[in-house]
């Protein structure tokens, strides 16, 4: 019987396909496990972003840079005039921060389908971010409500659009890495006690937690250097990259 050789079109297609199905598998089984590398993941970040808005609420006066909820009401505060919020930062850190979600976007468009890709080029633009901010604040005095500020905010804000355009492209249940409201709203609402099965508890929590402290070694970091904080928010993120993605490879 004669061999069938296939268009190079359909191969390509026959691969591309199996990626596809390979990064819902991916995702699928880190919604189900705290040691899938990918939940390992998307938890260190997690705890990054204690770090990051740590430096720009604490450092850059009173601002988020990754919570974008909360920058909206105290961007809603500061038009008030309410508590002597400032205005022009928080505008600085959203119109950053849909910048960033805008070019992530572009970015899972382009890549969403090879994950490994994806996620590599996501975290290199990070990493590139945060390193930045750090040779910034390294470099300089940076102040609150002055453009030294307002530069490492808007990078900072920056950084954390393109990782949020791209967490939510993996739609890892629970694991957004900035936000936790619908988390914790889960975690009571899915728990026994309130007549749920409690699946996801594990996860849930590991989220809080991991957010909770970054925020704290954040602060703490934060009363010797703004430096500090920030090289270790890129460390980190660094570190994920270099870990993640080989694992990654090898669940293929």
Do not use: C
């Not at 880190?30 to 899938?36: G, I, P, R, T």
């Not at 972003?49 to 009173?62: K, Q």
């Not at 970015?107 to 390193?131: F, N």
């Not at 402290?213 to 920030?230: D, E, H, N, Q």
């Amino acid at each position: 019987m004669p061999t069938r050789i296939w268009p190079r079109s359909t191969r390509l297609g026959a691969r591309i396909s199996q990626s596809a199905s390979f990064d819902q598998e991916w995702v699928k089984r880190a919604s189900q496990s705290l040691q899938h590398p990918l939940t390992k993941a998307l938890l260190v970040l997690t705890f990054t972003t204690g770090l990051v808005d740590a430096v720009s609420y604490l450092g850059l006066g009173r601002v988020f840079t990754a919570n974008m909820t909360g920058n909206i009401v105290l961007l809603g505060f500061g038009i008030a005039g309410s508590g002597g919020l400032p205005v022009l930062a928080p505008l600085v850190s959203l119109v950053s921060f849909l910048l960033g979600a805008g070019a992530g976007g572009v970015l899972a468009a382009r890549t969403g389908e090879r994950h490994r890709a994806h996620i590599a080029r996501a975290l290199a633009i990070e990493v590139s971010l945060i390193g930045s901010a750090t040779v910034v604040a390294a470099a300089i005095t940076v102040r609150p409500n002055h453009v030294s500020g307002d530069i490492v905010i808007a990078v900072l804000a920056f950084a954390m659009g393109v990782r949020n355009a791209t967490v939510r492209r993996i739609g890892v249940p629970d694991l957004t890495t900035t936000v936790l409201t619908m988390t914790i709203t889960g975690l009571a609402a899915d728990s026994p006690v309130a007549g749920g099965s409690g699946q996801g508890s594990a996860r849930r929590i590991a989220a809080i937690l991991a957010m909770l402290t970054g925020a704290i070694a954040g602060a703490l970091l934060l009363k010797t250097s703004l430096v500090l904080p920030l090289a270790g928010a890129a460390g980190l993120a660094l570190l994920t990259w270099l870990v993640y993605v080989p694992a990654a490879r090898r669940g293929t």
